[in-house]
């Protein structure tokens, strides 16, 4: 058995475990692309050259506090 993407118009759709990727194919009647978890995509990744990509991948934010802020926040708290 081995881990499948069901590809439609370079979207990941699906993933499925397949005794191999005929069936896989076959049974989908789509594109499938075999995955391990090194490279595992979710439904929804992009699909192109062989190579799995998350559309929207995680963004570290952060806020700036000013002095003023932060002598509000430590009097309000403390």
Avoid: H, R, W
């Avoid at 191999?20 to 075999?34: F, M, N, R, W, Y």
Wanted: with cysteine.
């Amino acid at each position: 058995m081995a881990t499948f993407a069901v590809i439609n118009n370079g979207i990941v759709e699906n993933c499925i475990i397949a005794d191999s990727l005929d069936i896989a194919q076959e049974v989908t009647g789509k594109t499938c692309v075999e995955y391990t978890n090194e490279n595992a995509p979710s439904i929804g990744y992009l699909y192109d050259n062989g190579i799995f990509t998350n559309p929207n991948p995680q963004v570290e934010t952060y806020q700036e506090t000013t002095d003023i802020e932060a002598e509000q926040e430590t009097t309000n708290n403390g």
